[in-house]
């Protein structure tokens, strides 16, 4: 059984850092892809980077410059971190897995339960 658990959310001000982890189970997963997507109230869930299984990524435009995802495959876990956060990054955060690398929720096939990242003006 797939399993990914995010960890690392909190309440942070806006300027702070926060690094998002998310261990993964039940998979191979260095042969994966994993993304990072986040939703906000009242909005839809959107893409914010993904990682392949070599290291490359590709990010959001609104995260660009301030995010940065990693990986380390000996213990099966993906990171998000989170620079110069600003209110608008305030969502809940979710990783994902897939064998297609995109910026899309349909080219991943297992998700995490999220977690809660809020940022305070």
């Known amino acids: 059984q797939v399993q990914l658990v995010e960890s690392g959310g909190g309440l942070v001000q806006a300027g702070g850092s926060l690094r998002l982890s998310c261990a993964a189970s039940g998979l191979a997963f260095r042969q994966y892809v994993m993304g990072w997507f986040r939703q906000a109230p009242g909005k839809e869930r959107e893409f914010v980077g993904t990682?392949?299984?070599?290291?490359?990524?590709t990010y959001a435009d609104s995260v660009k410059g301030r995010f940065t995802i990693s990986r380390d495959n000996a213990k099966n876990t993906v990171y998000l971190q989170m620079n110069s956060l600003k209110p608008e990054d305030t969502a809940v955060y979710y990783c994902?897995?897939?064998?297609?690398?995109?910026?899309?929720?349909?080219?991943?096939?297992?998700w995490g339960q999220g977690t809660q990242v809020s940022v305070s003006s």
């Open positions: 990682i392949n299984w070599s290291g490359g990524s």
């Open positions: 994902a897995a897939g064998f297609r690398y995109g910026t899309t929720e349909g080219q991943y096939d297992f």
